[in-house]
């Protein structure tokens, strides 16, 4: 019985130095393999999309910034293009009627999650979606992305991200008060960010647990 208890203990310390050192990741380093993670930018300090930073870029300069795409529609409210990668970006005209606002980015290939999280450090938020099985949320104050989850079930630096959203600063959601909590979508579970760690690791917290 005290060989058992004693094996017991040494599993669930070895198990416990593995979840520690899991969280313990905060930036994931990327190499350069990707010409699509040049999109992905810090303008003046300020998350944006090949140059455009929402409530800051004019509306009018969208076509400029994306020279070189195929622009699929084009209206004073909205604007779509795609890139010969097949990848196409949805952009909308902000509420202050001047800037660019909401930018819709879907990946057909997706993008190693590295690249977001050495652009833009640890995400303030992650939501779970119990009805969506295999889609994860990680979530930023001026943007979020879409992860969809690899069969290992492990949050890591390939985790690949198949959309991104930047959001326009100008539209505020009285129902959703906290940009890094989902608490309008039936069945999301959300947490702050823990690090790179299994998803059992994530969905074991307390509802909401920060």
Same mark, same amino acid.
């Given at each position: 019985?005290?060989?058992?208890?004693?094996?017991?203990? #040494? =599993?669930?310390?070895? &198990?416990?130095?593995?979840?520690?050192?899991? *969280?313990? +990741?905060?930036?994931? @380093? $990327?190499?350069?393999?990707?010409?699509?993670?040049?999109?992905?930018?810090?303008?003046?300090?300020?998350?944006?999309?090949v140059?455009?930073t929402?409530?800051?870029?004019?509306?009018?300069?969208?076509?400029?910034?994306?020279?070189?795409?195929?622009?699929?529609i084009?209206?004073?409210?909205?604007?779509?293009?795609?890139a010969?990668?097949?990848?196409?970006? #949805? =952009?909308?005209?902000? &509420?202050?009627?001047?800037?660019v606002?909401? *930018?819709? +980015?879907?990946?057909? @290939? $997706?993008?190693d999650?590295?690249?977001?999280?050495?652009?833009?450090?640890?995400?303030?938020?992650?939501s779970?979606?119990?009805?969506?099985?295999?889609?994860l949320?990680?979530?930023?104050?001026a943007l979020?992305?879409?992860?969809?989850?690899?069969?290992?079930?492990?949050?890591?630096?390939?985790?690949?991200v198949?959309?991104?959203?930047?959001?326009?600063?100008?539209?505020?959601?009285?129902?959703?008060?906290d940009?890094?909590?989902?608490?309008?979508?039936?069945g999301?579970?959300?947490?702050?960010?823990?690090?790179?760690?299994?998803?059992?690791?994530?969905?074991a917290?307390?509802?909401?647990?920060?």
């Amino acid at each position: 019985m005290f060989r058992l208890l004693r094996s017991v203990a #040494l =599993l669930t310390a070895v &198990l416990a130095g593995i979840c520690a050192a899991a *969280v313990s +990741v905060g930036r994931a @380093q $990327p190499h350069a393999d990707d010409a699509r993670a040049d999109w992905l930018k810090v303008c003046d300090g300020l998350p944006c999309f090949v140059g455009l930073t929402p409530g800051r870029s004019a509306w009018a300069d969208v076509g400029a910034a994306l020279d070189g795409w195929t622009q699929e529609i084009g209206t004073d409210k909205q604007a779509a293009f795609s890139a010969e990668s097949s990848e196409e970006v #949805l =952009l909308f005209r902000s &509420l202050d009627q001047v800037t660019v606002g909401r *930018v819709q +980015v879907m990946l057909r @290939q $997706p993008l190693d999650g590295r690249w977001l999280l050495a652009r833009y450090g640890a995400p303030c938020g992650v939501s779970f979606y119990y009805y969506q099985a295999g889609l994860l949320t990680l979530r930023y104050p001026a943007l979020l992305a879409n992860v969809q989850m690899n069969p290992s079930g492990h949050l890591n630096t390939v985790m690949p991200v198949v959309s991104v959203q930047f959001h326009d600063p100008a539209f505020k959601m009285p129902m959703q008060p906290d940009v890094c909590v989902d608490n309008i979508t039936d069945g999301a579970r959300n947490h702050r960010w823990r690090g790179f760690a299994p998803l059992w690791y994530y969905a074991a917290l307390p509802f909401g647990a920060g």
